[in-house]
């Protein structure tokens, strides 16, 4: 018995239209439409798949979950910086509570499921004596289990060796104890440089105790001195961690000359790490500091990829201190890549679809079981679009969003009527 057939769907990277059988959760057929023939008798439900577009899940790899919808607690970032968005959270934190982080945080996933993503790494700020947001998102993590698949990160949010003369070490290694599937560091914000290195050290010491992944926070900041990735990455080359390491934000790297640049990208390359950047957060974060021209903010996307290291989009924030904006949508962060690293080519432009798919995967470690092929986990999107360039074109919700083969979130197309002279005209955007 088949549980779902989706009738003529497009598929990425293939021509035509195919049908695409699933069963006990799993995809068990992908053939080629035809229309006329096909039975459809031991099917237990049929979607037609006309005009849509079937493209895995979005993968969203960078979140704060235990911050979201708190911006304004208890006030807003004036300044939009960074530094004050760190002090707001700080003086936001002695309220946390279990309750509290999985009212809202189950909000955001929400919101998430319905556009489309259905694997979440978030990080959690574990220096927070009572570790509140780590308990809530463990709970959390089992309860989505069915739809999401959620990673935790440990990440030490005020420094390991800066929080408490040191303190962030043990509430670190407590987390990961508790359940934390991945080590973080903020190297850039300890007092020193030195504290930074051993921050890093320390991270992969955890990692090689614990078999954790590492993805820590690395050179957010307009500072061209700030070069923790290289440290970053030559750690990961020397334990031979390589792509189970991840390096986020590098926004200082839009600062570096070209020479340590071009010498960098080597050893990134060399190490096999993965590369997260937040267009989002970063581009509203940065260059505060700057008169006129301003920096972007955003750290080398285009660079890296030509330089073929694996790099993915986040979200970061959803409506808090740092960012007070935003939904969760993973295209949105695409979008603004887009245009802030200049990747307007056409194949630049589908490519950033790849960056909150595949890339993404990559960089979580779950490849073996994404994608859309026989035998994996039937998880994606049916989407109102031609291909890759026009999703970026339009940015549509998915119109299914299918999880273990059932249907989670569904979204009519919308369509828009203007009275324009007295005549109805509908508008459809897809030409």
């Not at 911050?67 to 004050?84: F, I, K, Q």
Request: with cysteine; glycine share 6%.
């Amino acid at each position: 018995m088949i549980d779902l057939l989706v009738k003529g769907v497009r598929l990425y990277g293939r021509e035509h239209t195919w049908d695409i059988a699933v069963a006990d959760g799993r995809i068990v057929t992908i053939r080629p439409s035809d229309r006329q023939t096909e039975d459809t008798r031991d099917v237990r439900n049929v979607i037609d798949g006309t005009d849509l577009f079937a493209l895995p899940p979005y993968v969203e790899p960078h979140i704060h979950l235990d911050a979201v919808l708190t911006a304004g607690e208890p006030r807003w970032n004036e300044s939009g910086t960074l530094w004050e968005g760190i002090q707001c959270w700080s003086e936001r934190k002695p309220k946390l509570n279990i309750e509290d982080v999985k009212r809202r945080a189950t909000v955001a996933l929400q919101w998430m499921l319905a556009q489309g993503i259905q694997y979440v790494r978030t990080h959690v700020d574990v220096t927070e004596p009572n570790l509140s947001g780590l308990k809530a998102l463990l709970e959390i993590k089992e309860k989505v289990a069915p739809k999401i698949s959620l990673q935790i990160v440990a990440f030490p949010q005020e420094g390991i060796y800066s929080y408490e003369r040191g303190r962030g070490a043990e509430l670190l290694e407590e987390a990961l104890r508790m359940g934390a599937e991945v080590v973080g560091a903020i190297p850039h914000f300890e007092y020193i440089r030195e504290y930074g290195v051993q921050s890093i050290d320390f991270c992969f010491a955890m990692a090689e105790k614990y078999d954790r992944r590492i993805d820590a926070h690395c050179d957010e900041i307009d500072d061209e001195q700030s070069r923790f990735v290289e440290v970053v990455a030559a750690r990961a080359l020397e334990t031979d961690m390589k792509d189970r390491v991840t390096a986020s934000h590098l926004t200082a790297m839009h600062s570096y000359n070209g020479a340590y640049a071009y010498k960098l990208f080597a050893l990134m390359k060399k190490a096999d790490i993965n590369v997260v950047a937040n267009p989002l957060t970063n581009m509203t974060l940065q260059g505060r500091f700057d008169a006129y021209p301003k920096r972007r903010g955003i750290t080398r996307i285009k660079e890296l990829l030509e330089a073929g290291i694996n790099v993915s989009l986040g979200n970061d924030c959803i409506m808090d201190p740092w960012y007070s904006l935003g939904t969760g949508n993973p295209l949105h962060p695409a979008f603004m890549a887009i245009h802030a690293g200049h990747l307007t080519g056409r194949r630049e432009v589908m490519a950033a679809v790849d960056m909150i798919t595949w890339r993404g995967a990559r960089a979580l470690g779950v490849e073996d079981a994404y994608g859309i092929d026989v035998g994996k986990p039937a998880n994606f999107n049916l989407l109102p679009v031609e291909d890759t360039w026009d999703l970026m074109r339009r940015m549509p919700l998915p119109r299914y969003v299918i999880s273990r083969g059932q249907v989670v979130a569904e979204t009519p197309v919308p369509r828009t009527t203007v009275r324009w002279d007295d005549t109805v005209h509908e508008i459809d955007f897809r030409r």
